[in-house]
């Protein structure tokens, strides 16, 4: 089964910019979607952007619209979220998770998930 990685947390101000990747191992993504999820300190976890398979569908929450972009390039086997304007609420652990046969389709739903990552730590302060 496909593995999943995230990297690229850390520490960052206000209105700064942090690309996550989403690194598979242990196969190929191929035509499987990938969601990214975030669950802060005392919060339910919550989706926040997917990808389909064919990378061609994207969808956000609308909490993110706008400052959050999501892009996959197979070639790296790898999937990436490009946030812009941090602002103290996105401090969370960001996840990738992965469901399969999803060529045209991408999901918000944690059951759907077939696969995780272990998470990349975003904090947003001065």
């Known amino acids: 089964q496909l593995r999943l990685a995230e990297s690229g947390g850390g520490l960052v101000q206000p209105g700064g910019s942090l690309r996550l990747s989403c690194a598979a191992s242990?196969?190929?993504?191929?035509?499987?979607?990938i969601s990214w999820f975030r669950q802060a300190p005392g919060k339910e976890r919550e989706a926040v952007a997917c990808i389909s398979g064919s990378g061609t569908i994207a969808y956000y929450s609308p909490s993110v619209l706008d400052r959050f972009t999501i892009f996959r390039d197979n070639a790296e086997n790898a999937v990436y979220l490009q946030i812009y304007d941090l602002k103290p609420e996105d401090t969370a652990v960001y996840y990738c998770a992965g469901r399969g046969e999803s060529f045209d389709s991408c999901s918000f739903d944690v059951v759907d998930m077939e696969y995780w990552g272990k998470g990349t730590l975003v904090t947003v302060s001065s």
């Open positions: 242990g196969g190929t993504l191929g035509e499987d979607g």
